[in-house]
């Protein structure tokens, strides 16, 4: 469960990278 929670914050992450490149 913790490693689930993590990968969907790396997910999270590179979603607002993302967002802020754009």
């Given at each position: 469960m913790?490693?689930?929670?993590?990968?969907?914050?790396?997910?999270?992450?590179?979603?607002?990278?993302?967002?802020?490149?754009?």
């Amino acid at each position: 469960m913790g490693t689930k929670k993590l990968v969907k914050r790396k997910e999270f992450e590179q979603f607002i990278s993302s967002k802020l490149i754009i």
